[in-house]
T-cell receptor
Framework: DTEVTQTPKHLVMGMTNKKSLKCEQH?????MYWYKQKAKKPPELMFV???????INESVPSRFSPECPNSSLLNLHLHALQPEDSALYLC???????????FGQGTRLTVV | RKEVEQDPGPFNVPEGATVAFNCTYS??????FFWYRQDCRKEPKLLMS???SGNEDGRFTAQLNRASQYISLLIRDSKLSDSATYLC??????????FGQGTELSVKP
């Protein structure tokens, strides 16, 4: 089973809302990632968790707040987003940080 | 210089053609390398890892040249179903998996 599950699949939120994206994997992977992808562009790395600790933050604005409650779950808390934050948010996991990563289907986020 | 750079696309090829993609990376300490494919409005899917000795999976061959800091992907006997965007991914250091810009491949009948 190489499945990474993301919820919700689609999300529309206002600029004053607070919402959370969720990601789950049951492959026993110890690294999990958040990426942001705009149309016609490659995924851009946002955060990396390794063994439930934040190991990489690619200078992401504080309106994005990651959380890793346990080794299977990864959340991305969203607050006071801007319309330009509208994108596909992809979660991935790998056995160890830097190993081959498997992606969820993504959450398509629209900020209005 | 970008950390990971790929051939610009798009590549438009007829069925049965052989097509090659290249990707260069900036950090000589990079540790692992991958090719992914991404279909329109879908997530990236792992195509193959790239090993120092080169590796082959059916019609796909991946090569790594550490001295010149590039990886390549060769697709032989292209099929219509190979049409997608191909992305190289490099583990720069410490789990920082960075994507190249991607190369769009369109295989025509």
């Amino acid at each position: 089973d190489t499945e990474v599950t993301q919820t919700p699949k689609h999300l529309v939120m206002g600029m004053t809302n607070k919402k959370s994206l969720k990601c789950e994997q049951h492959m026993g992977h110890r690294a999990m990632y958040w990426y942001k992808q705009k149309a016609k562009k490659p995924p851009e790395l946002m955060f990396v968790y390794s063994y439930e600790k934040l190991s990489i933050n690619e200078s992401v604005p504080s309106r994005f707040s990651p959380e890793c409650p346990n080794s299977s779950l990864l959340n991305l808390h969203l607050h006071a987003l801007q319309p330009e934050d509208s994108a596909l948010y992809l979660c991935a996991s790998s056995q160890e940080a830097g190993a081959e990563a498997f992606f969820g289907q993504g959450t398509r986020l629209t900020v209005v | 210089r970008k950390e990971v750079e790929q051939d610009p696309g798009p590549f438009n090829v007829p069925e049965g053609a052989t097509v090659a993609f290249n990707c260069t990376y900036s950090n000589s300490a990079s540790q692992s390398f991958f090719w992914y494919r991404q279909d329109c409005r879908k997530e990236p899917k792992l195509l193959m890892s790239v090993y120092s000795s080169g590796n082959e999976d059916g019609r796909f061959t991946a090569q790594l040249n550490r001295a010149s800091q590039y990886i390549s992907l060769l697709i032989r006997d292209s099929k219509l179903s190979d049409s997608a965007t191909y992305l190289c991914v490099v583990n720069l250091v410490g789990g920082k998996l960075i994507f190249g810009q991607g190369t769009e491949l369109s295989v025509k009948p």
